[in-house]
């Protein structure tokens, strides 16, 4: 088997480094980088030079800002089997992809793995994921998996690409990985989540415009699961989000962070359209 991994970025240097230094520690070594850079200088070129002699990496300039956007340009570039979304400032352990492609290989009848993140000096993380191991459901998907998490066989992608109206740089600033998981559960492909593997990622500080931008992801993607994809039971995961949040509203002490992120659901889960082409397209 090989990897494409895809990593889409902007405004980061010395992260890159880490991630393709933890890459070069893998015990597993048949992938190839593809590395779709959206900064106007040369920070990533200059990386980028300094090793693409030492393994398969590809480089592509991109005029366009959006992680999804960018994502799709990574897609018409992979060659490999199994395709990976790699975050500019995530680190995979060093058997990342040596358990990957031992799952891929003794479980032949599924298309997606998932697995847990934290930070890399202690157990936290930046989402709160399920804690144990599972398959991947219309009813957990949204807590099975966050987008540098996802591997996916090459196969199963013949007809997706993301959601450009959906992820960070976008209208709804967040979403892209669940609606790509979304896509998958649509089409009958099976996935498993891994609750005790892991891939590192630095947890950041949430501020009120933040909030309301992934806010607005998570609405328009609840929308988007309901009417495009037909998965109904998520409308009322939705209204129970919610109705959870407000309760939380009446006796948290951030709520100059809830409060942004609960208009961003709503207004998301308002104002996102639905793609009818698409829609038929998903039900052919």
């Known amino acids: 088997m090989k990897f494409s991994l895809i990593l889409a970025t902007i405004n980061r240097t010395n992260e890159i480094i880490l991630f393709i230094n933890s890459l070069m520690s893998q015990k597993f070594t048949n992938y190839e980088l593809i590395i779709i850079d959206q900064n106007n200088d040369d920070r990533v070129k200059n990386i980028y030079d300094s090793y ?26 992979v060659s490999g089997d199994i395709v990976a979304f790699p975050d500019d400032d995530c680190e995979y352990c060093p058997d990342t992809l ?16 998932t697995c847990n993140t934290k930070e890399k000096e202690s157990d936290f993380s930046i989402v709160s994921n399920l804690k144990d191991d599972t398959i991947i459901t219309k009813f957990n998907i949204m807590k099975a998996g966050i987008s540098f998490t996802i591997f996916v066989r090459n196969s199963s992608l013949n007809l997706f690409r993301f959601d450009e109206k959906l992820g960070l740089g976008a209208e709804f600033g967040s979403g892209e990985e669940s609606d790509l998981l979304l896509f998958l559960l649509k089409n009958n492909n099976k996935g498993y ?13 949430n501020t009120p415009e933040k909030m309301y931008n992934y806010g607005k992801g ?11 994809y037909g998965f109904y039971s998520i409308l009322f995961i939705f209204i129970f989000t919610l109705f959870k949040n407000f309760v939380k509203l009446c006796i948290s002490q951030d709520k100059n962070i809830r409060i942004p992120m609960i208009k961003g659901r709503i207004s998301g889960f308002l104002h996102y359209r639905i793609n009818k082409t698409r829609k038929n397209l998903i039900n052919a």
Do not use: C, M, W
Request: positive net charge; aromatic residues 22%.
């Open 52 to 77: 693409k002699s030492k393994f398969d990496i590809q480089y592509y300039k991109s005029d366009i800002k959006g992680l999804s956007i960018n994502r799709n340009i990574g897609l018409v570039h």
């Open 98 to 113: 040596e358990k990957v492609v031992s799952f891929f290989t003794n479980k032949p009848d599924f298309d997606f793995y």
């Open 193 to 205: 989540y891994f609750a005790n593997n892991y891939i590192f990622h630095p947890s950041k500080q």
């Open 218 to 228: 998570y609405g328009a993607l609840h929308k988007k699961a309901v009417f495009q």
